[in-house]
């Protein structure tokens, strides 16, 4: 006689006063595939965990948002943001659809210029930028953003040493009705330090201002706040065309577009509280065309890089162990942790699990494999009872993490890319110990011991 | 392991425990009506995971840990 199926044993204390009047979006929280390859297959391939990125979701999102930006304002250029994702198939992706490259540190734009990105295709943004950075940035022809009145002063020696004047472009902070402001990033426009930063470029011999460039936040929820920016880049732009009888040929209005991950202390699902990023676009866009005369359209440069790309990974994990806590809350311990997902602190994931299963959702608490307490990768999960050795598909996933991740008592893992015809590639093997102690040097007085 | 508080309970066919002590009640499936009815029988843990493992396509450590976690959660709920 064969079995009777098993589902987990459970005992749930029924509690009344618990509904909520908003609910939720219904989400589908079982997945076997991503983007047509089965999770198994992807495990089998590159191990667990391991981050999967789509490439059909990326290039669609981006055809989708530049056709967007350009039928409506037609002199618009995206730039990739490397620091959002700087793995070279990640960035060439963005580079076959069209995207240059914006980078903040010298770094950076040696990884765009090794993938094959001209200097002249490169923005080079940021808060620090090294005399040597800057004079190859300079001779290469990229677009400089100057961030202070000590990078003006550098970048006009790095100029002068050169003997050739060079195009500058100076960032912009300003009130655009969003708290925090960010105010710690370029020449501020209210207390008239960026008129000052124009005066004394206008002044250099050395030094052309041609650009204008800001970047007021990070997963910004308001679209006025870059309605209210561009408008004050456009009044910017035409005092200094004015009293300084500059050009400015482009206008760079950033990036900080919200992705649709959960914010930690949101209580609207991000279905809900996140708008599209076609009222970004619009706000964006309408203001350009309000505003400015078609003779006189500056290129627009876009940065957007979490909004373009988070959607389209994902962390693929596995249950270890199961545990009950002396509280009663059941939690999960999984192979991966925090230390690759640094965005854990501020999101709430979607979580998905690899199969169907029967039984009742409960509460829990997911940790990671570190032995440390702060290793918690999901603080209130609502899941099925789940088996020793069940996936896990946690996402939005492909913004910032693989960037800012680290290498911490566990080697990083695999990512992975599934192409757009469904095969499965590695764009970055795991860690190996050569890869951590590869850069080490052991003393020699220190190599002999005994225990 | 004290099982008499198991025994007041109102136990329903389909899973509705009502406590008339307490006035608490819970919900829970098919395995663990019989986990409870088994306890109740003053049934030894290796008994009742052989009993469940002869009924159901199982892995026995699976199981193990399972029942484990139910009766904590018992215990948790000041039933046993």
Known sequence: MSKKEYIKPFIKKQTAGNMNKFGSFYQKNYRDEIAGAKIDAIVEKCGSPVFVIDEKA????????????????PKVQF??????????????????????AEVVSEFEYQKARRLGVPGNKIIFNGPFKPEEALKVAFEEGAIVNLDNFDEIFKAERVAKEMGQIVDVGIRLNMDTGVYPQWSRFGFNYENRNAYDAAKRIHKS??????????????????????????????????????????????????????????LKGTYLPPEVSVPPLSDFIAAISNTLLSELSPDEYPTVYMETGRGLIDEAGYLVTTVDAIKRLPSGLKSYIIDAGVNYLYTSTWYNYKVEVDRPIEGSYENCIVYGPLCMNIDVVLENASLPPLSRGTRLILSPMAAYNVTQWMQFIRYRPAVAMIMDNGDIEIIRRAENLEDVVGPERLPEKLKKFEL | MNVEKLTRLAISDNGFIFDPITGHSFTT?????????????????????DELAEI?????????????????????????
């Not at chain 1, 679209?223 to 920016?229: F, H, L, S, V």
């Not at chain 2, 663990?32 to 109740?40: F, Q, T």
């Not at chain 2, 159901?56 to 046993?80: A, G, P, R």
């Open chain 1, 79 to 100: 730039s990739w943001s490397y620091k959002t994702n700087y793995l070279d198939a990640i960035c060439a992706v963005y580079h076959q659809e069209g995207s240059i």
């Open chain 2, 56 to 80: 159901y396509s199982v892995n026995e450590n699976e199981l193990d840990v399972d029942l484990m976690d139910f009766i904590h959660n018992l215990k948790n709920f000041s039933l046993v």
């Open chain 1, 58 to 73: 990326i290039r669609e999102k981006y055809r989708e948002v530049y056709r967007d930006f350009s039928s409506r304002y």
């Open chain 1, 205 to 262: 011999e050395w030094l052309n201002l041609t650009g204008l460039h800001s970047h007021i936040g990070t997963f910004m929820l308001e679209p006025k706040a870059y309605a209210a920016q561009v408008k004050v880049m456009i009044d910017f732009m035409r005092i200094v065309e004015r009293e300084f009888d500059m050009t400015i040929e482009s206008l760079d209005f950033g990036g900080g577009f919200p992705s649709r991950n959960k």
């Open chain 2, 29 to 49: 499936n098919e395995i663990g009506i019989k986990i409870i009815n088994l306890l109740k029988e003053n049934k030894e843990n290796e008994d009742i995971l």
